[in-house]
């Protein structure tokens, strides 16, 4: 048995942050859960965790106290989306760069060692370099998301560069699997439950893009730790796909055949990257490495879906 | 005679600000300036300038009448010191990143062409590669004003890569020259001013600095240009030198002989570089080199203080 600490999550009613709550209680943790539900589900809420109804960003609120004798910190709340960062120009500073800042405030404050933070591949901007590592060359922000988890990162290394505590930084690729809510899987099966025969898909379907399942995600979270005070590692599968790969597998999954309609730019919108796959090495030495394939998980996400139908009536807020 | 354009300078009133307006003024333009004299002076506006006095961060002024019209924004407006980061964790969001965006939808709204942008060396953080080249490894931040200028950075691409408006930003090593009004040289100089016989230096004076003259940042500033929407250049003497270099050159500028003491730390503050050189071979190739060497951009900011002793008596408000 593991020495049972507190630990808190913030965004723990969300997509991973729940998937990761339920394991830390498996675990024998004694779990507090900062969530607004902006994005977060009630349903996803462990109900063996502590639940700190909070906006992160809400100033007369003092965090401190939530963090208070805790030694690990899992920093989630965020907004996940890199769409519509140009119709909403403060969400992204608000809800990835202040809510980070005061996070790590109270944290000081409270005394915490460990800070895991859920960061992006969006950082590396459009890379010109495939597989994307660690030490990519500095890159060229093209959406506000990127910009802000690049910021979040870099107030977290500059709370550890003053020894005040350890970080252990995440940069995702998408993330799919149990209780997947947002992004093209969930866009293309709600489409295809509404009307079976049409399918329409932003950009040319040429983008590549890699992925990862949940299950691996909260592995890496919970385990891969390095020697440095600031520590970053890149996760994501070991390859890639296309979209239109992942359009052949859901339409398989859900046993349709659909007139699918590609848009003409190679890009979806504006600030999405076409290629996006991560170079997984540093996390391997570590002895990380996805167990799951991107088409299991994409299969997957989609058997997840069809299982909770309600989550495809739940509105996109983020638009 | 190039054609007159409306141009706005934010931060119209400071260092380096207040030497760009008066070059454009010259240049025969309509300049108008931004300032809130946080940090910048009366004594430095130029007259022939209009002023705005106006917070970058009230969200109660609307921006967009003082940019509608202008073909040009230079961006200036700034915290510019990486020290105190961490007594006011604010005010780098607040005044670098958040002032940032607002001017950037100003642009937007009025239809602004070119941003040219005052970003600094220190988004680097503790760069391995020396000189450092704009393509250096992704940086692990350690000041907040590192972060938050490579945000305001990163803010700036994303309407960049949105093609609404061009960017050429500006990594500056420190600046020297006339009307500086805050780092090293300055505080040696307040230091000997009040007693010849003694100067204690932060850090054990082995920090390695590039520096660069005020004359040669405005000539950047006003010349370089790249092709990309947005294009980034290093901006720095081709060389540089130690804090004992530059304690022998001001001693010697003002004819003192004190006694000096060291620190030990290898950095005079956390989140300082102990090691600050960039590679401006970019901006060479652009047809730009600094004129001016070390020695003398520091021997002539030691004359300019010691013509304006009334700059020794301002106290440095951002501690």
Known sequence: MNEVKKIVVTGGAGFIGSNLVDALLVQGHEVHVIDNFSTG??????????????????????????????????????????????????????????????????CATAGVEDVIFSSTGAVYGDSVEHPTPETAQFPIQTSLYGMSKTAAEGILSTFAANEIFRVSAFRFVSVLGHRYMHGHAIDFVRQLHQDPEALTVLGDGT?????????????????????????????????????????????????????????????GWVGDNPFTWLDVSKAAEHGWAAGKSIPDSVKGTVA???????ALGIQDLRK
Chains 1, 2 share one sequence.
């Open 41 to 106: 589900r009630r349903e996803f809420l462990n109900s063996g965790a502590e639940l700190h109804e909070v906006d992160l960003c809400d100033e007369s609120v003092d965090l401190t106290s939530v963090f208070q004798g805790s030694q690990e910190v899992y920093h989630l709340a965020a907004n996940a989306d890199v769409r519509f960062g140009m119709t909403d120009t403060r969400r992204d500073i608000n809800q990835n760069v202040i809510a980070t800042l005061r996070v790590a405030q109270a």
């Open 207 to 267: 983008q590549r893009k890699s992925y990862m399942d949940v299950s691996d995600c909260i592995r890496a979270l919970l385990t891969l730790r390095g020697k440095e005070t600031f520590e970053v590692f890149n996760l994501g599968a070991s390859d890639y796909c296309t979209v239109r790969d992942s359009v052949a597998w859901i339409t398989e999954a859900m046993g349709v055949e659909p007139k699918v309609s590609y848009g003409e730019e190679k890009r």
């Open 304 to 310: 997840w879906l069809l299982e909770n139908t309600w």
